[in-house]
């Protein structure tokens, strides 16, 4: 049995549904890891660590990253960014599922401006979605500047917020990928710009301590860093 179908139902259905998303508008290729950060298994406190990565790349994307992560029966992860070539103007599509048998604590998703805020387009078309209903919202992190106002995190309540987070962050993937294909390369002058605000997100994101505390006791700081600055946010 695969790593996925043994994780929480929602996890597993997100993984699925992004993966089938991408397929649906890109032709994927594999984007080279590191083959030691493929399938990943070590211990945390007695307990059983996986971790599964799949990387794709795909015009206008460099980078497209999928991991799954599963420590002892507690504990299900799933993380996943994707990567623009820095040529074009495009925000940064991320998204993080954390729970276990007890359901899920947290689900995020967003698209991540370089410039500061979303352009008019993809701000206006969020703007006209429907309002969210959820029982128990969460507060971004100290670090969590690097956000949009458009921001879905939640630790959902009940199935039907389950879905309606699932049908709202599915949505924002399938308009994300269709502005990507529409997209155009900005012009030289702006490709500083454009990465270092990727390198920005990069370097907030990696100010995750929940992140950074699990591998650096699973595997050592030096195996930690690597990872994140490897294989979760390389800067390009």
Same mark, same amino acid.
């Given at each position: ?16 549904? @992004? ?6 508008? $890109? /032709?994927?290729?594999? $984007?080279? *890891? ?12 007695? =307990? +059983?660590?996986?971790?599964? #990565? ?8 460099? &980078?497209?990253?999928?991991? *799954? ?7 299900? !992860?799933?993380?996943? /960014? ?5 040529? +074009?103007?495009? %925000? *940064? +599509?991320?998204?993080?599922? /954390? ?8 689900? !995020?998703?967003?698209?991540?401006? /370089? ?18 209903? $959820?029982? =128990? %919202?969460?507060?971004? %992190? &100290?670090?969590?500047? @690097? ?5 879905? $995190? @939640?630790? %959902? ?23 990507? !294909? ?7 002058? =702006? ?16 100010? #995750?301590?929940?992140?950074?505390? !699990? ?6 700081? =030096? ?8 294989? *979760?946010?390389?800067?390009?």
């Amino acid at each position: 049995m695969s790593l996925r179908q043994q994780q929480h139902p929602l996890i597993r259905e997100w993984a699925t549904r @992004i993966e089938s998303i991408w397929r649906e508008y $890109f /032709v994927l290729s594999d $984007f080279s *890891l590191p083959p030691e950060f493929g399938h990943v298994e070590g211990r945390l406190e007695g =307990e +059983f660590l996986v971790i599964e #990565n799949v990387c794709y790349q795909a015009p206008p994307f460099r &980078k497209l990253h999928l991991e *799954l992560a599963t420590v002892g029966t507690g504990l299900d !992860i799933l993380h996943c /960014v994707m990567f623009p070539e820095p040529k +074009f103007d495009l %925000p *940064l +599509f991320g998204t993080d599922l /954390v729970g276990g048998p007890r359901g899920i604590s947290a689900a !995020i998703a967003d698209l991540s401006p /370089v410039k500061g805020k979303l352009s008019p387009t993809y701000q206006q078309h969020f703007s006209h979605l429907p309002p969210l209903q $959820f029982s =128990e %919202p969460r507060p971004l %992190p &100290k670090w969590g500047t @690097i956000f949009s106002d458009f921001c879905v $995190f @939640i630790r %959902p309540q009940t199935p039907e917020e389950e879905t309606q987070f699932l049908d709202r962050v599915s949505a924002y993937l399938h308009w994300h990928c269709q502005q990507a !294909i529409a997209a155009q390369p900005v012009l030289p002058s =702006e490709v500083d710009v454009v990465l270092a605000g990727q390198r920005r997100y990069c370097q907030q994101q990696q100010q #995750n301590d929940k992140t950074r505390r !699990i591998l650096e006791k699973a595997f050592g700081t =030096e195996w930690a860093d690597r990872y994140m600055t490897t294989v *979760l946010f390389d800067c390009p």
